[in-house]
């Protein structure tokens, strides 16, 4: 099965102009790299909204941002027996930036951290 790919905006333009001019779906599909069903969904969404964006997704936003998420990993790998209290101060003092909440990426990180110390040591 090939990877799953998002389809651009320009690419759904073209497939929404495909299906106008009465091109079958199943070509589309295979013109653009997709399943059919992805195809259908859009002409679906086309047709009940009149647009092809993409909506809005919920979920939590991110807390760090992807340097800042390196800048965690770094700390963690250097220093193994380091807190997430202490990463997340030693963060702050570096990048001067705030933040709030504990990042569920530092307990990942370290967690696995862990686990790899952990599988080191026989």
Not at 92 to 119: E, P
Request: with cysteine.
């Amino acid at each position: 099965m090939p990877p799953r790919r998002k389809l651009s905006n320009l690419d759904r333009g073209r497939a929404i102009g495909w299906l106008q001019d009465g091109v079958a779906a199943r070509q589309m599909a295979q013109r653009l790299a997709v399943a059919p069903s992805v195809i259908i969904r859009l002409k679906q969404r086309f047709h009940a909204t009149g647009r092809v964006q993409e909506r809005q997704r919920s979920g939590r936003p991110r807390v760090t941002t992807q340097r800042e998420d390196r800048f965690i990993q770094r700390q963690a790998m250097q220093q193994r027996m380091a807190t997430a209290n202490n990463i997340r101060q030693r963060l702050q003092a570096t990048t001067n930036s705030v933040v709030v909440r504990r990042s569920k990426t530092a307990y990942t990180t370290l967690a696995c951290v862990q686990g790899v110390q952990s599988k080191e040591q026989p």
